[in-house]
């Protein structure tokens, strides 16, 4: 649900996902999961391809860091690596997924 004024505010609270746009109502903005802060309908677009981009982001993260927390549990238990060695690569996936997140600070747009 898309809404700017004091009667959407009802609607954008009920919604699944509510979005009201920057010139909107108090109310509107507060009901709202998500605010534009330019009036233009396009920003809308612009919400759903950040918004996948997010949770593509969130699913590497997961992966990456339960990938290698399994791949080092596996080879301390199996006397491969010592437990320091696990230990300094739980910080580095902890790196890797903080540095993947920050990928998302550079985030423009695709233009049409």
Not at 5 to 27: C, F, Q, V
Not at 53 to 82: C, E, M, P, S, Y
Not at 89 to 106: E, Q, S
């Amino acid at each position: 649900m898309v809404g700017d004024g004091i009667n959407d505010a009802p609607a954008l609270a009920a919604a699944s996902t509510g979005i009201a746009m920057g010139g909107g109502t108090e109310t509107a903005l507060e009901a709202a999961d998500a605010a534009l802060l330019h009036g233009r309908v396009a920003g809308v677009a612009e919400l759903v391809a950040l918004s996948r981009d997010t949770l593509r982001n969130i699913r590497q993260n997961v992966g990456i860091a339960v990938g290698l927390k399994a791949l080092f549990l596996a080879t301390t238990l199996a006397g491969i690596t010592g437990l320091w060695p696990a230990i300094l690569a739980d910080t580095g996936a902890t790196v890797l997924v903080t540095l993947n997140a920050l990928r998302l600070l550079a985030w423009k747009p695709a233009r049409a």
